[in-house]
């Protein structure tokens, strides 16, 4: 992308060749890696494999902690931190962990906004804040919005899925409308339909 200078950052080029296969986002990040020495290294090619596995155990921590306490929470941290094909993408060149992180924290995000609808509904709770609801969807639509752009629709797909079968579970399908405004389908899929 370097070579190509700004416009190669927007449309990827392999050995001279536009490349189309995979979207942007783990490029950008190893050439912005990269960019203090003019060239992507090994370090920088590596480097955000690196940060999102331990960013996506600390999302596992997070998930675990609201949902099931503190001591399952970090359990879940450790048991993904010390899985070996786990540590072994998070040292190596992979758009998958990349995915993984942003898949995870949308997840997270979704649960946020569970945790506050389910404290709102205890007697005597102070309802939470409609910014923290809103924080929260950015949060959850901008995550999908940086997994399509790591690896594609199945950034999207996958959670959206994942939330939609919960929410029939619970026999609340009706509560996806509010999770899926439009200016948050906009934010989750416009940069990949712009890419």
Do not use: C
């Amino acid at each position: 992308a370097m070579k190509q200078g700004p416009r190669g950052l927007v449309l990827l080029h392999l050995h001279g060749a536009p490349y189309t296969q995979k979207p942007p986002l783990f490029y950008w990040l190893a050439a912005a890696a990269g960019a203090p020495l003019g060239r992507v290294t090994e370090f920088a090619a590596r480097l955000p494999s690196a940060v999102a596995g331990v960013a996506t155990v600390a999302a596992t921590i997070a998930i675990g902690t609201l949902l099931f306490g503190r001591g399952t929470g970090t359990l879940a941290g450790l048991l993904l931190a010390t899985t070996f094909d786990w540590s072994y993408r998070a040292r190596t060149v992979q758009l998958d962990t990349l995915l993984a992180l942003f898949e995870t924290t949308a997840i997270l995000a979704f649960w946020r906004i569970e945790a506050a609808r389910r404290e709102a509904q205890r007697p005597l709770a102070r309802a939470p804040g409609a910014g923290a609801r809103r924080r929260n969807l950015v949060w959850l639509h901008a995550s999908l919005a940086l997994a399509v752009l790591a690896k594609g629709p199945v950034g999207w797909i996958v959670p959206l899925l994942g939330i939609t079968a919960y929410l029939a579970w619970e026999r609340r399908l009706r509560d996806l409308r509010g999770l899926l405004p439009l200016w948050g389908l906009a934010l989750s899929i416009l940069p990949g339909v712009v890419w």
